[in-house]
């Protein structure tokens, strides 16, 4: 049986409070919904699980240790990759001018998709953009994450949550700004974008060629296998033994057939994977405010029934935030054991934001910037903050033994016997489009390696599927692991390169909210062309019309050209 672990993308955000590195098998997670007893370790189911378990687990092991290496300071572990994560998040919102608080006015209108017309360049709508980034960033994390920092942190752990969400929001903005700035638009309308472009074209542009070529083929190659297992295995392992838990366990009649639960997520896979980004954003523009309101109202049901205990839960993590009790590393364990948590909820320094709002149809890059802010302000401060009020409020989280997703279940099982399925339902969605968003992710990796090769893009898309199959049905915690700290590796060439480009970032984004201001950038007109949250594809005439438009300015910018160019000229001959 498959054992319920935390979300892979956060399989090192438990914070360690003394000096001990981070392993798999201290993420052990138990449910009291699924009937789990807590384990030490973390074991493979045998055959072949056992032999590839035996092969990489030191490999894996060590490599996790050294990408996640934890620096003590006073008797605390800090994991110098959340040091990196946390400096570029201080620097961008500070040399942003604090945009997540200035500048989150703007967004409104650009994710309506009124500033945007159908006929620009991409294939998504921002709203699209939006839905599939937080698709892949909203998942067991926001749920059992939450839980465990406050099982190890206390209360006060959610305020540093909340705190450096916030943060978060400056650094997605830089991604997608850069995205959208350095993509590359072919001849058929697709797109291709992320940090392997801005890595590359960027530090080219500022004198850097070498290091950037270098940075953009590290970046990719690290994401191609980054994504497999936080994106792929994980998530169908996850699904799968979940879905066993909830139907009764070992009575259930799923039990000893997770590979069948595989087939049926992988079937409904491929029929979204296999229509690329369109049809992947149509789907997660769907499934996460669907998901996200279905679990928003579960918790607020929670809450609702301890509506009196919710000003003691808010003081409760004021006061604890500062004044921590009985913890190793006082106040700096705290703070540590929320910022992780809000750093990797919402994969912030990955670059996934890039990749994503690459596709958003738009001729402004900074525009989808202002949108991307909303995906930490979702995830990491709004669903983490709903999930720490209802174990805080419920008085779990010092009287109960469970932790993780046990813990959040608890909370839910205080409403009705049955009201832990809402939460079963939740994590299965979250499972399945984290799937999709991150098959798009690696797609995007593998065409900048293969130079956009369609054969080799159909072939990963068949891997992807397949290895959904494999993920549900096996345990391969140690190739997990492995391809995890190398998801957050990721950080290291994206943060670098965002740190090089950031004059060019800066004017990108103080250029459109000065536009915006003086009235230059209006909504478009008429409505029926505007992007819109959905129907964003343009008609035969909007098309004929737009490239009409395009030829005028060609000719009336080729007109001031060659009269610019004939005054020069008769200023030469008078010897001016």
């Known amino acids: 049986m498959n054992p319920i672990i935390e979300n892979s993308a956060q399989i090192h955000d438990?914070?360690?409070?003394?000096?001990?590195?981070?392993?798999?098998?201290?993420?052990?997670?138990?449910?009291?919904?699924?009937?789990?007893?807590?384990?030490?370790?973390?074991?493979a189911a045998g055959g072949v699980d056992q032999a590839i378990e035996s092969f990489f687990g030191p490999i894996a092991e060590a490599f996790s240790n050294v990408v996640f290496y934890e620096l003590p300071i006073g008797g605390v572990g800090i994991p110098l990759i959340v040091v990196w994560l946390m400096a570029a998040a201080v620097f961008l919102t500070i040399y942003l001018r604090f945009q997540p608080i200035r500048g989150l006015k703007y967004s409104v209108g650009i994710i309506r998709g009124r500033f945007t017309r159908k006929t620009d360049p991409g294939q998504v709508s921002s709203f699209q953009a939006l839905a599939t980034e937080l698709s892949g960033t909203v998942g067991l994390g926001n749920i059992a994450g939450v839980a465990v920092a406050i099982t190890v942190g206390g209360p006060g752990a959610a305020l540093w949550i909340i705190i450096f969400g916030f943060f978060a929001m400056t650094v997605k903005m830089a991604e997608a700004t850069l995205g959208v700035k350095y993509r590359k638009v072919h001849a058929d309308g697709t797109v291709s974008g992320g940090p392997m472009y801005y890595l590359r074209d960027g530090l080219a542009e500022i004198g850097r060629p070498k290091l950037g070529k270098f940075?953009?083929?590290?970046?990719?190659?690290?994401?191609?296998?980054?994504?497999?297992?936080?994106?792929?295995?994980?998530?169908?392992?996850?699904?799968?033994?979940?879905?066993?838990?909830?139907?009764?366990?070992?009575?259930?009649?799923?039990?000893?057939?997770l590979w069948l639960i595989g087939v049926v997520i992988a079937a409904l896979t491929a029929l979204v994977i296999l229509g690329g980004i369109k049809k992947i954003g149509q789907w997660t523009s769907r499934l996460t405010p669907m998901m996200?309101?279905?679990?928003?109202?579960?918790?607020?049901?929670?809450?609702?029934?301890?509506?009196?205990?919710i000003p003691h839960a808010f003081a409760l993590m004021f006061t604890g935030a500062f004044t921590p009790d009985g913890l190793t590393g006082g106040i700096i364990g705290v703070a540590i054991v929320g910022i992780q948590r809000a750093l990797f909820s919402s994969a912030a320094g990955v670059g996934s934001a890039g990749m994503a709002h690459a596709a958003s149809k738009t001729t402004k890059p900074a525009t989808e910037g202002f949108v991307a802010m909303w995906e930490p302000l979702i995830d990491s401060v709004i669903i983490?903050?709903?999930?720490?009020?209802?174990?805080?409020?419920?008085?779990?989280?010092?009287?109960?033994?469970?932790?993780?997703?046990?813990?959040?279940?608890?909370?839910?099982a205080t409403v009705a016997g049955w009201f832990p399925i809402l939460l079963t339902i939740c994590v299965v969605l979250f499972a399945f489009s984290t799937i999709l968003a991150y098959g798009y992710y690696g797609q995007q990796a593998l065409g900048y390696l293969t130079g956009n090769s369609k054969k080799a893009d159909r072939a990963y898309q068949i891997f992807w599927i397949l290895a959904v199959i494999v993920g549900a049905s096996m345990s391969l915690e140690s190739v997990i692991a492995f391809s995890d700290a190398i998801f957050f590796l990721m950080a290291f060439p994206n943060l670098l390169g965002l740190y090089f480009l950031s004059r060019i970032l800066r004017l990108e984004i103080l250029r459109l909210r000065k536009r915006i201001d003086a009235g230059v950038m209006r909504e478009i007109t008429p409505t029926e062309l505007q992007v819109g949250m959905g129907d964003h594809e343009p008609t035969a005439e909007q098309i004929?019309?737009?490239?009409?438009?395009?030829?005028?300015?060609?000719?009336k910018l080729r007109e001031v050209r060659d009269s610019l160019r004939t005054k020069k000229m008769e200023r030469a001959k008078r010897g001016e």
């Open 215 to 257: 940075l953009a083929v590290f970046y990719a190659a690290t994401t191609l296998i980054g994504v497999i297992g936080a994106g792929n295995l994980f998530q169908a392992n996850q699904a799968a033994a979940i879905l066993v838990k909830a139907t009764g366990g070992e009575s259930s009649f799923l039990d000893g057939k």
């Open 384 to 412: 983490c903050t709903l999930t720490a009020l209802a174990i805080i409020t419920t008085g779990l989280y010092g009287s109960s033994s469970e932790d993780g997703i046990g813990l959040t279940s608890e909370a839910f």
């Open 292 to 309: 996200a309101i279905l679990y928003f109202l579960s918790v607020i049901v929670i809450l609702v029934l301890n509506v009196g205990e």
């Open 544 to 555: 004929r019309d737009a490239e009409a438009g395009r030829r005028r300015k060609r000719d």
């Open 14 to 43: 438990i914070a360690v409070l003394d000096s001990t590195p981070i392993s798999a098998d201290r993420l052990t997670l138990s449910s009291p919904a699924a009937n789990i007893s807590a384990t030490a370790d973390i074991t």
